[in-house]
Every structure is written in structure tokens, then in C-alpha cells.
């Protein structure tokens, strides 16, 4: 039997995984509204915890989409459509498994069809190096919330430090991945130019929502922000490629 990374076996299996997922979100959400009622929460209420938590849940499901249809250019709509249905992020998934695509030879995007080896290596890659944060929360999650909390009541200040730094030190990961390539300008290569000016266009975009949620007040668009920056800096990446090479 011929391999392809839409073959209808991949879909089934990815989709038992997925339907087990929305299985346990209408479990826990009948549970809570059982425990809402008991409590003696009004109807009225609850429905409208419930339209607002439905509407807003579009501004995530929008990126998850965009992703999915970024990564199944290579990887096909199963297993992108897996991964960011259970654990996983664009930014996360893209670097796995670009990294593995690059220790094989090629570079996701590449006009290039994936052989059965070249795809289940890279589905383990992108699988088991994302468990270690399910390894380690259990481990170190609560001595470093309390940790956290211990510092925070002994020295605010330094406490608000610490949290920056650490959230600062994973963004930093990613953008060292943007500026890898920026080197080749000096030898007369701009591609690696195309990331950092993608970079450059989500990042003002996600500045002018923003603006506009200062001037207006509209507390939506801060839900929708990541979005349209993501829709913006990929529409972006057409014309730089075209530019830049």
C-alpha cells in the first residue's frame, strides 16, 4: 500500500484521539453546569457565561485553523490537525518539526513528498519532545509555585522580575529561531531576511490592536489580536518571498 500523508487510516486514527478530547470537554462542561446549578447560580447567567465563553473561543479556533493549514502543506491535515487539537502551538510544532525535517535533508515548505520513515520521524519528533512540560509539572510545578509565591511575599518587586525573565527567556528561544538565518546577507543571500520582516509585521499589528483597544475600549479585539496578526504576517510572507527570494 502506497503512503500519503492524507491517507483516510491517519484521518481515522487522528480523529478517535480528537473525539475522545471533545468527549472529555462536554464531560467536564455538563459536570460544571451541574455544579453551577447546585450552587444556585441563576439560568440567565449561566447562558451568558456561556454565549461569551462560545464567542470568544472563535479568536483561538481562527489561529488553530491558520496553523493547520500552514503545517498540512508537508504533513498533510491529520496529524497537524492532532497535534494542535490536543497539545501543542504553531510556534512549537514549526520548530520540531522543522528541525527534524532539516536533520533529514530538506526544509518544510520544500516542493518535496514525505516517505512513511520521514513522517513517522518526524510525528515522534514533534510528540515526544512537547511531553517533557507533562513530565515536569507534575515534578516541579508545585515547588515552583511555591517557590513563586514564597518570593513574591518576601520581595514583590524581584518576584515580578523573576516571572518577566522567565517568559521573557522562552520568547527569546523562538526569536533566536527568526534571526538564525540573517547571517546569509552578508553573503549576498536575503531570504533570512523574510522571518524577521514577518516578525516585524505581526509585531505591529498586534501593537496597533492594541492602540485601538486603548482609544475604543473594545475589549474583543485583545481576543482577536493573535489572529490577525497571524493572518497579516503570513499574507506579508507572499510579497517578501517574492522580493526577497
Not at 100 to 118: E, K, N, P, V, Y
Request: with cysteine; net charge positive; glycine share 8%.
Amino acid at each position: 500500500m502506497e503512503f500519503s500523508i492524507n491517507h483516510p487510516i491517519i484521518f481515522i486514527l487522528a480523529g478517535i484521539i480528537v473525539a475522545f478530547v471533545l468527549f472529555q470537554s462536554v464531560f467536564f462542561l455538563l459536570r460544571a453546569l451541574r455544579r453551577a446549578r447546585a450552587l444556585g447560580m441563576e439560568k440567565k447567567k449561566l447562558r451568558k457565561i456561556m454565549t461569551t465563553a462560545a464567542v470568544f473561543t472563535v479568536a483561538p479556533a481562527v489561529a488553530i485553523v491558520i496553523s493547520v493549514m500552514v503545517l498540512s502543506k508537508n504533513l498533510g491535515i491529520p496529524l497537524p490537525w492532532l497535534r494542535l487539537s490536543v497539545i501543542g502551538s504553531l510556534s512549537y510544532e514549526m520548530v520540531a518539526a522543522g528541525n527534524a525535517a532539516s536533520a533529514m535533508g530538506f526544509r518544510l515548505g520544500d516542493a518535496i513528498t514525505l516517505t512513511a520513515s520521514q513522517y513517522v520521524t518526524i510525528t515522534f519528533v514533534m510528540t515526544v519532545s512537547i511531553l517533557i512540560g507533562i513530565w515536569l509539572a507534575p515534578i516541579v510545578g508545585k515547588r515552583l509555585q511555591n517557590g513563586m509565591i514564597r518570593m513574591e511575599k518576601h520581595d514583590k518587586k524581584w518576584s515580578s522580575i523573576f516571572s518577566d525573565s522567565l517568559f521573557i527567556g522562552m520568547i527569546s528561544a523562538f526569536v533566536g529561531f527568526v534571526f538564525c538565518d540573517v547571517s546569509g546577507v552578508f553573503s549576498g543571500d536575503f531570504s533570512g531576511l523574510i522571518p524577521v520582516l514577518v516578525m516585524a509585521v505581526s509585531a505591529i499589528a498586534t501593537l496597533l490592536c492594541g492602540l485601538i483597544l486603548k482609544k475604543t475600549g473594545w475589549h474583543w479585539v485583545s481576543d482577536y489580536a493573535l489572529p490577525i496578526s497571524l493572518i497579516l504576517g503570513m499574507a506579508s510572507a507572499i510579497p517578501f518571498t517574492n522580493w526577497l527570494g
